[in-house]
């Protein structure tokens, strides 16, 4: 078929089947490819295109959820799919730059070059959102693509004039400034340390936040923390402390987006939903909040700096990701299950129970502890240590057949540890050679392994333990003692009932710290002990 033809590709696009996903796709991507490769007139040409984006979002969605929920290997089934989405943007892209080329000289389209010059960059935008969405380093080149659409929009005037986008699900129209710019603040994001369900807010909230957003030219008086990117190098925005003078510098001003952060927060508190904010009907007041929180600072003050400087650092990590696998570590032992008993609630203090006197086990010997480790399946993955900090470490390896989640509880070792330390992971991340690599976050204090179970009006009791964790106060790194339990634990002023050492306690959970893929970590009172 003639999609090189106009009129054959509106009436193709018009008689799209939706439900067949992928003969929906081949079909835009080839008409797409076709104008591309014999375009018609610039005002035909755009005409076509516009017809199609609505149909070609849709399509670039649903495949796009075949590897959103995994970080997707560079190896794996998938990366076809991954591929396909990223060419019909790219084609895009360079496809609206084609029609605004052509139409430099007759300018019939002359009302329309700011739809041109947006839609480049939205379409080069979701190229580096794939990316991120599949946990995959940015090729080289990509970002270089991206600044330089914005680079023309504003040498040519347009970048702060605003045009209908009906894909632009808050405020159905955006300039080339807040395409730009919704995209930087995606990068700011950690998006590689996030789920796709938060990925998908993010996206939608830095759409809905741009506009509070601004560029500028960068001025002496600016605070080193205070981010810019180079229109001329390969990578988003970076501390302008980090960078070279350059007439190609922009300097991104977030001040008025922390003020709209703080409204919304402030909103939250008061009932508001987040679905009468602009933020979407799929997410909760309490998932929302935390997440919009935790964007506050980089999208609003500018960067902070690290709390703990990172460095290079030589040697092997042994990291076990399966939680009774963890417990083996921590207890030098397999978890078993105490049978449950009557319980005697005393008042004590915290440091009794903590550190209390318990009769001292006889440890396993290191030859049986590996034979035992080798017949269960506790078997640690070994990770190279590219940096590590008092925070962390980040690591390498090449992948193993093991799937890793956001904010997951790992058990690691340090090449100078003698005990397992528990971490989650913070952000993960495939290159382009297929190597993984990953960040975590090490929780402060020695562990030690406890039997846990729910008690109350609501709990049964004849429910067994589950295996959790206790971890002491380090005063050094202000942190209190915590408890990491079974994810869904957590709910304020909940009794749990704990037994280590043969001692039982109880304990009311008072203040969730941390809530993990698998892992609820909580502070708590003492209540008693037998």
């Known amino acids: 078929?003639?999609?090189?033809?106009?009129?054959?590709?509106?009436?193709?696009?018009?008689?799209?089947?939706?439900?067949?996903?992928?003969?929906?796709?081949?079909?835009?991507?080839?008409?797409?490819?076709?104008?591309?490769?014999?375009?018609?007139?610039?005002?035909?040409?755009?005409?076509?295109?516009?017809?199609?984006?609505?149909?070609?979002?849709?399509?670039?969605?649903?495949?796009?959820?075949?590897?959103?929920?995994?970080?997707?290997?560079?190896?794996?089934?998938?990366?076809?799919?991954?591929?396909?989405?990223?060419?019909?943007?790219?084609?895009?892209?360079?496809?609206?730059?084609?029609?605004?080329?052509?139409?430099?000289?007759?300018?019939?389209?002359?009302?329309?070059?700011?739809?041109?010059?947006?839609?480049?960059?939205?379409?080069?935008?979701?190229?580096?959102?794939?990316?991120?969405?599949?946990?995959?380093?940015?090729?080289?080149?990509?970002?270089?693509?991206?600044?330089?659409?914005?680079?023309?929009?504003?040498?040519?005037?347009?970048?702060?004039?605003?045009?209908?986008?009906?894909?632009?699900?808050?405020?159905?129209?955006?300039?080339?400034?807040?395409?730009?710019?919704?995209?930087?603040?995606?990068d700011l994001s950690n998006p590689f340390g996030r789920s796709q369900r938060e990925f998908v807010w993010v996206c939608r909230w830095a759409q809905r936040f741009a506009p509070y957003c601004t560029l500028h030219l960068p001025q002496e008086s600016d605070k080193p923390g205070t981010?810019?990117?180079?229109?001329?190098?390969?990578?988003?925005?970076?501390?302008i402390a980090t960078l070279t003078s350059s007439p190609h510098l922009r300097r991104f001003d977030g001040s008025r987006l922390a003020g709209q952060i703080q409204a919304v927060l402030t909103q939250f508190k008061q009932g508001v939903t987040p679905t009468s904010l602009g933020l979407g009907d799929d997410c909760s007041t309490e998932a929302g909040g935390r997440l919009l929180l935790s964007l506050y600072r980089p999208w609003g003050l500018a960067s902070a700096g690290r709390r703990y400087t990172r460095r290079a650092t030589r040697g092997r990590l042994g990291l076990c990701s399966e939680w009774e696998a963890i417990g083996f570590y921590v207890l030098g032992k397999p978890f078993e299950s105490p049978k449950i008993s009557a319980f005697n609630p005393l008042q004590t203090d915290i440091a009794a129970i903590t550190f209390g006197e318990r009769a001292e086990e006889v440890p396993m010997q290191p030859e049986a502890l590996k034979r035992l480790a080798i017949e269960r399946g506790y078997i640690p993955q070994l990770w190279e240590i590219l940096d590590q900090s008092v925070g962390g470490f980040r690591l390498q390896s090449q992948p193993s057949a093991k799937r890793f989640e956001h904010h997951q509880l790992v058990g690691i070792r340090p090449p100078d540890g003698q005990h397992y330390l528990l971490a989650h992971i913070s952000w993960l991340m495939y290159r382009p050679d297929g190597v993984m690599e990953l960040g975590v976050h090490v929780m402060p204090g020695l562990p030690e392994g406890v039997a846990a179970r729910l008690i109350g009006l609501h709990a049964n009791s004849k429910v067994p333990y589950k295996l959790g964790f206790?971890?002491?106060?380090?005063?050094?790194?202000?942190?209190?003692?915590?408890?990491?339990?079974?994810?869904?634990?957590?709910?304020?002023?909940?009794?749990?009932?704990?037994k280590m050492g043969g001692e039982s306690m109880q304990i009311r959970l008072t203040r969730l710290v941390t809530r993990g893929s698998n892992f609820d970590r909580v502070e708590f009172t003492t209540l008693g002990r037998s």
């Open 470 to 498: 206790l971890l002491p106060a380090v005063p050094a790194l202000k942190a209190g003692p915590s408890l990491v339990l079974p994810a869904g634990w957590y709910q304020s002023q909940r009794i749990v009932e704990l």
């Open 227 to 239: 981010y810019a990117m180079d229109l001329s190098r390969d990578h988003g925005l970076r501390p």
């Open 1 to 186: 078929m003639n999609y090189s033809d106009p009129t054959v590709a509106q009436a193709t696009i018009r008689n799209l089947n939706p439900v067949n996903v992928s003969e929906s796709h081949k079909t835009l991507a080839a008409i797409v490819a076709a104008l591309h490769a014999t375009p018609p007139s610039p005002e035909l040409h755009f005409e076509v295109l516009e017809s199609a984006r609505s149909s070609i979002a849709f399509v670039q969605e649903e495949l796009a959820k075949r590897y959103a929920d995994h970080p997707l290997p560079p190896d794996s089934l998938e990366e076809a799919t991954l591929a396909k989405v990223v060419k019909l943007w790219q084609e895009l892209a360079q496809s609206y730059a084609q029609i605004a080329q052509r139409d430099a000289t007759r300018e019939t389209l002359g009302a329309q070059r700011p739809t041109l010059l947006q839609r480049r960059l939205h379409y080069s935008g979701n190229v580096l959102l794939e990316y991120f969405r599949a946990h995959r380093a940015v090729p080289k080149g990509l970002w270089l693509d991206f600044h330089a659409g914005y680079a023309v929009a504003e040498q040519q005037g347009v970048a702060r004039t605003r045009v209908a986008d009906p894909l632009n699900e808050v405020w159905k129209a955006q300039s080339s400034v807040e395409a730009y710019v919704a995209v930087l603040l995606v």
